[in-house]
């Protein structure tokens, strides 16, 4: 299964765009990239996904590479909420479970 | 509110004996999935229900065992507990099983087990 590749920590300043980037050079064709957070011990919360083309809703804009090996998901005005650990994942075709990596962990300061 | 269900939210036992978690997915998701937290460890996928069925296995020991009832919701039964099994448990669900892999999971806030 495809892994990621995710710096362990950024800093962001609040209002600034938070743009977090992932590397996915094994992805296959048919694989989805996935963007979570987690925030302190919460339950993992959904932010975003796609397959090739880049996508945006409420929360966040995801970019993928033309030859999909790196995707950056993008925060266009962080808050001090957003502080939180980003998982970039993708998502694994043949059995669909979803396996986490170490993420990035986004401080967002004042 | 991801809709997903949890309990119990804390639950604190001793090394040895034997303890169930359960889930309850959101309304219309066939798929159920269970993660556990460890502080050292982040977070490690254990095993996959679809429609009552096993789908995929994780990192579950054999002392872990879960299943997935008729009404759909699941339960994560872990025994002979030891002090190492303290962690985060999460369970999360999505539509869809082998396919599509378009569905996104979505989390319960976990259960915290305490093994002392």
């Known amino acids: 299964d495809a892994k990621t590749t995710q710096p362990p920590s950024m800093d962001c300043a609040e209002g600034r765009a938070a743009n977090l980037p992932c590397n996915h050079s094994?992805?296959?064709?048919?694989?989805?990239v996935y963007w979570y957070r987690q925030i302190h011990s919460q339950g993992p919360q959904y932010i975003i996904h796609?397959?090739?083309n880049n996508e945006t809703n409420e929360m966040a804009s995801l970019i993928i590479t033309e030859d999909r090996k790196s995707s950056t998901l993008i925060l266009p005005h962080a808050t001090l909420r957003d502080t939180a650990v980003y998982y970039c994942?993708?998502?694994?075709?043949?059995?669909?479970?979803?396996?986490f990596g170490a993420g990035t962990r986004l401080t967002v300061k004042p | 509110d991801s809709g997903v269900t949890q309990t119990p939210k804390h639950l604190i036992t001793a090394t040895g004996q034997r303890v169930t978690l359960r889930c309850s997915p959101r309304?219309?998701?066939?798929?159920v999935y269970w993660y556990q937290q460890s502080l050292d460890q982040g977070l490690q996928f254990l095993i996959q229900?679809?429609?009552?069925?096993?789908?995929a296995k994780g990192n579950i020991l054999e002392r872990f065992s879960a299943q997935q009832f008729p009404d759909l919701h699941s339960e994560l039964n872990l025994s002979s507990l030891e002090l190492g099994d303290s962690a985060l448990y999460f369970c999360?669900?999505?539509?869809?099983?082998?396919?599509?892999?378009?569905?996104?999971?979505?989390f319960g806030n976990g259960t915290r087990l305490t093994v002392t």
């Open positions: 999360a669900s999505s539509v869809g099983s082998t396919a599509p892999t378009n569905s996104p999971l979505h």
């Open positions: 094994t992805i296959s064709g048919n694989e989805y």
């Open positions: 796609g397959l090739k």
């Open positions: 994942i993708v998502r694994v075709a043949v059995n669909n479970d979803m396996r």
């Open positions: 309304s219309g998701d066939l798929s």
């Open positions: 229900y679809y429609n009552g069925e096993e789908r």
